[in-house]
């Protein structure tokens, strides 16, 4: 038994909720130095002369890691991953380390392309928020979600507009 | 002598070139544990079954991989480096290891915020190539980018406006 979130299972409206994270020094220091080297994110004295004051989170990091939390709170797991075709994201406050993360995420829209059966566009608003549900990262993203083989059959018909 | 890229030294349709570089299996892989833990991005052999047919790279790698290019590319750099406030992102293509990338972006607005004397929120089209020259990301981000403290006084007048 390892069942499945498929596209037969979303509907417009559907919220999800995550847990929280709490995000480190060194969490955000692993993360800059491979892949955003940049002295506000790799350096706590350096930094504190930015325009942030103190160490922060590489965007990327706050981005990626929203997407995790939201990945982890869907039970059962979407089918097939999450891979996102589009996003638009707003980076709204800086993140520090200490800064405990958690995402509320909306389904806004599904839209179901006629040249793949086997899947649909999902589109998304998630709102990260900190430990003072303060909002720092917005996404409207639109993912894949892949449609049940084991149910293909039955909806045909009326999965099949655009 | 450390110049480095202010404001005043930017115009809407300046474009910036960045290298190449060549993103491997070991890339991939190391990312996606950290920060995009799922199949495609982490097995070699899993990821054969999935959408993509084989190993690909997290949309956040190739996201946060185009804008270090695209830092690297600036001669001198930006002073006080590169701070996203939104962006827009369209993931065309898989980026697969052994693809070597490069970006291409160009200044699209600047604008001067009545509320920060000290900076100003430019806005860029990037675009990421492959070794094929395919598009396989897209973005239009906005940054801040600082004035130069040394040039404040003179250009006061003229860039005060919103």
Excluded: C
């Excluded at 059966?117 to 003072?132: C, H, K, L, P």
């Amino acid at each position: 038994m390892s069942r499945k979130l498929y596209l037969e299972d979303l509907h417009v409206g559907r919220r999800l909720h995550s847990k929280r994270v709490t995000i480190s020094a060194e969490d955000i220091i692993r993360f800059a130095r491979d892949n955003d080297p940049q002295y506000f994110h790799l350096d706590e004295a350096a930094a504190k002369d930015s325009m942030f004051g103190g160490l922060v989170a590489s965007g990327w990091q706050t981005g990626a890691l929203s997407i995790r939390l939201l990945i982890d709170s869907a039970d059962p797991p979407f089918a097939g991953g999450i891979v996102g075709v589009e996003a638009h994201i707003g980076w709204k406050l800086p993140v520090r380390p200490g800064d405990s993360l958690r995402v509320e995420a909306e389904l806004t829209r599904i839209v179901l392309p006629r040249r793949h059966a086997d899947r649909g566009f999902v589109s998304m608003d998630i709102a990260t928020y900190n430990q003072r549900d303060e909002v720092v990262l917005t996404q409207r993203v639109t993912v894949v979600v892949f449609r049940d083989p084991a149910r293909a059959g039955v909806a045909e018909g009326s999965l099949s507009a655009d």
